[in-house]
């Protein structure tokens, strides 16, 4: 079945470190998205991508850094600029551009240790 | 600034009982409203979506929304919610001016006892 595969399910950091977290679908869908997730606050948008080698800031990008060299892989890296890192990270895809996202994966639970 | 709003956190309901869920958005042009929702222990899915025409839509195990554009709502609706509907659901909005990003609601997070 095709699916967002997310991973790690939970990371711990170190503050003052970067870390990687990983995204990829298998579903041939244009379009990939990174949400947090808060208590309260719902989904928000980190960064999206329309299509391979172009992404865009959504509404929370600072402190986040993202690459699309493929299709199927999103990666979101959380660098020590981010200074509220402790979060539920959601990866999603939807077909095309301008949809909105039609699936999502299992998330990443990110901690600071 | 574009936001979605929705009224309520909490809601707890007994079985067979109706649901309404508020959801206000502050978009300009031309918008796309959705409902997810997302049950224990599952991904988010897509409840139901609005993109033009009738403004009433029908989703999935029951579900209807109602675009009512002059008070920027979209309200969630179920004549009689089943224990299985306990889960969190979220209002999104996306427009034409945002670039066709989809901004999502805080969440409401429902509880049905059975």
């Known amino acids: 079945d095709g699916g967002i595969t997310q991973s790690p399910k939970y990371l711990f950091r170190k503050e003052g470190q970067n870390v990687t977290l990983s995204c990829e679908q298998n579903l041939n869908h244009d379009a990939m998205y990174w949400y947090r997730q808060d208590p309260g606050q719902g989904l928000r948008l980190i960064y999206y991508s329309q299509i391979v080698n172009d992404f865009q800031k959504g509404d929370i990008a600072e402190g986040y850094s993202v690459s699309r060299e493929k299709k199927e892989s999103f990666p979101l890296t959380v660098t020590s600029a981010q200074k509220n890192p402790t979060a539920f990270y959601l990866c999603?895809?939807?077909?095309?551009?301008?949809?909105?996202?039609?699936?999502f994966g299992d998330g990443t639970r990110l901690s600071i240790l | 600034a574009q936001s979605v709003s929705q009224h309520n956190h909490h809601v707890i309901l007994s079985e067979a009982a109706s649901l309404e869920l508020g959801c206000n958005y502050s978009y300009g042009g031309t918008v796309n409203l959705f409902w997810y929702v997302q049950y224990p222990g599952q991904h988010l899915q897509l409840l139901l979506k609005?993109?033009?025409?009738?403004?009433l839509v029908k989703g999935i195990k029951g579900f209807e929304a109602e675009f009512i554009k002059s008070k920027f709502s979209f309200n969630l609706r179920k004549p009689s919610v089943q224990w299985s509907d306990t889960a969190e659901y979220f209002c999104?909005?996306?427009?034409?001016?945002?670039?066709?990003?989809?901004?999502f609601g805080a969440g409401t997070r429902l509880f049905v006892k059975a």
């Open positions: 999603a895809s939807s077909i095309g551009q301008g949809n909105q996202p039609q699936h």
């Open positions: 609005y993109f033009s025409g009738d403004p």
């Open positions: 999104a909005v996306s427009s034409n001016t945002g670039g066709f990003k989809t901004i």
